[in-house]
């Protein structure tokens, strides 16, 4: 077989020493059978935005979904696409039809297939929740070659057991046991409820469990109108607690269907570090933001005005908050900024003002992209043995500030460089080591073993939307939330459906 193009052979993770046995490149799903029929070990891969090694192969022939991209159906009150289809051309063919996918990640550059994968979640998680709970049909093609399609509600556990039609037998997979915790986001090895649906045994499984070749997403229709709003805060208690009065009034709005309520459907988080990576790269300059000197940490507030809103609506909203003129979302959201003192330095961005909108989502989206670069830098550069170092936890909104001084002793007392990131409004940050040797990345694991168990103390998982893959830290974070006992009932899942350990070896759990 030709060599294989580099771009294969690791993912977002800077996972190292990525090597294949072959790559298949399907154009129809029929194909997909005969070859995960054929192959000894298979990788599925998508996008390769994995932060975990979970798309970097060790040995497996990759099976790679980037030609099968159609949008095969848009309903009423769904889409169907094959799964390499991404989130970004499913929301502009929703978007034709006056719908629209809520529960997308926050980088519309993923693909539907790992989405699911991963049980992926984002930004909106606060009002939308993960993926999981608005998939209505899965296409899967199983270890055997099998093609199996699912709806939700067809095929329903019995107490501890699945039975998994697999051609001319049904496999019988049972349910663990283990308590998952309970968190907004959670991407924690495999699913397990009493009762639960066998869709819900493949979201999240990474690969692992089967091919998935085609997903039925649920949509909603019109698509909200947002408005976007950057807010410099002076320090992390500000911040904080302008996100939990808007968390509170947000939830009141729901609840009550008030449509003058404030309506935050996703507040994002960059701290200091974040921000001197944003001007060291010139992401600031180049998206034309800028931020006063005296700024600790940002956020980005996306907030859902009522069907209809005009820029014009929204100025007006704006300019007469003071007076009482007029009531609306707009107008409680600047009081409110006024109350915490955060209104001068705030930017908005209206309905319609699609270009100032991009640009303030850009800048969340050059943090990461800033943190990656310097990773694969640092790998090239500095020791080869370099990769990312990184969490991926969550807890109640109400122990987050707790959380965050987890972090940052954890890290501080390492001497290690670090930035911290991600959506706030769920409790879910992202903190990053910055190395600097590969000192710093062994020291790193140990701050996040150290915080794993520190966020279940919490009542938090410290796995919630990246998934697990090859990551030994992960794995081991795995370990410590369900323990050996609860990976050898993982392992009698994947046996069950994969004796032979075809599908993904060596991602969530090592043989």
Request: charged share 25%.
């Amino acid at each position: 077989m030709a060599d294989i193009d580099p771009k294969y052979l690791s993912d977002a993770a800077h996972f190292p020493d990525g090597h294949a046995a072959g790559i298949e490149i399907p154009r129809h799903a029929a194909d997909v059978s005969t070859i995960v029929r054929n192959a000894s070990t298979i990788l599925p891969i998508g996008a390769q935005s994995s932060l975990t090694g979970g798309a970097t192969p060790m040995g497996e022939t990759i099976l790679s979904t980037e030609k099968l991209a159609r949008i095969l159906d848009i309903g009423a009150r769904s889409i169907t696409v094959e799964a390499g289809a991404s989130i970004a051309a499913m929301q502009e063919a929703l978007a034709a039809h006056g719908a629209w996918f809520p529960a997308a990640p926050t980088w519309p550059g993923a693909f539907a297939g790992g989405v699911v994968a991963t049980n992926a979640a984002g930004a909106a998680t606060f009002k939308y929740g993960s993926v999981r709970a608005w998939i209505e049909g899965l296409v899967v093609v199983l270890a055997n070659g099998h093609e199996l399609a699912i709806a939700r509600g067809d095929h329903v556990a019995a107490g501890r057991t699945l039975r998994v039609p697999a051609g001319d037998h049904d496999l019988v997979v049972p349910i663990p046991t283990y308590r998952m915790p309970d968190v907004v986001k959670r991407s924690a090895g495999y699913h397990a409820a009493p009762d639960m649906d066998l869709i819900d045994l493949f979201v999240g499984s990474e690969g692992t469990l089967g091919v998935i070749t085609q997903v039925t997403f649920r949509t909603i229709s019109p698509e909200p109108t947002t408005a976007f709003a950057l807010v410099p805060c002076r320090s992390e208690g500000d911040a904080l607690a302008l996100v939990a009065d808007l968390r509170r009034a947000s939830i009141e709005t729901w609840r009550a269907r008030d449509p003058n309520g404030i309506d935050a459907a996703a507040i994002e988080h960059m701290d200091r570090r974040s921000i001197e990576i944003l001007q060291e790269d010139g992401a600031d300059r180049r998206h034309q933001v800028s931020f006063p000197p005296s700024t600790e940490l940002a956020l980005l507030i996306q907030l859902e005005l009522k069907a209809g809103t005009t820029a014009s609506d929204a100025f007006d909203q704006v300019e007469s908050f003071a007076s009482c003129a007029v009531d609306g979302p707009l107008v409680r959201f600047c009081r409110l900024l006024n109350v915490h003192h955060l209104l001068d330095d705030t930017e908005l961005a209206v309905p319609g003002d699609h270009r100032r909108a991009g640009q303030l989502i850009a800048i969340r989206e050059a943090v990461p992209a800033g943190v990656n670069q310097r990773v694969g830098r640092a790998q090239r550069e500095v020791d080869s043995r370099i990769a990312k170092t990184a969490a991926d936890m969550i807890v109640p909104f109400d122990r987050f500030d707790e959380m965050m001084r987890v972090y940052r002793d954890g890290f501080g007392v390492r001497g290690l460089d670090f930035a911290v990131w991600g959506h706030v409004s769920d409790g879910n940050v992202h903190p990053n080591v910055l190395p600097r040797s590969y000192r710093d990345v062994e020291q790193g694991k140990a701050a996040i073993l150290e915080f794993g168990r520190e966020v279940a103390r919490l009542g938090g998982c410290p796995l919630a939307e990246h998934g697990v893959g090859r990551n030994l830290v992960k794995q081991a974070l795995l370990r410590g939330l369900y323990d050996d006992g609860g990976i050898a009932e993982m392992r009698a899942v994947k046996q069950a459906l994969d004796p032979d350990w075809k599908l993904a070896p060596g991602v969530i759990f090592p043989r």
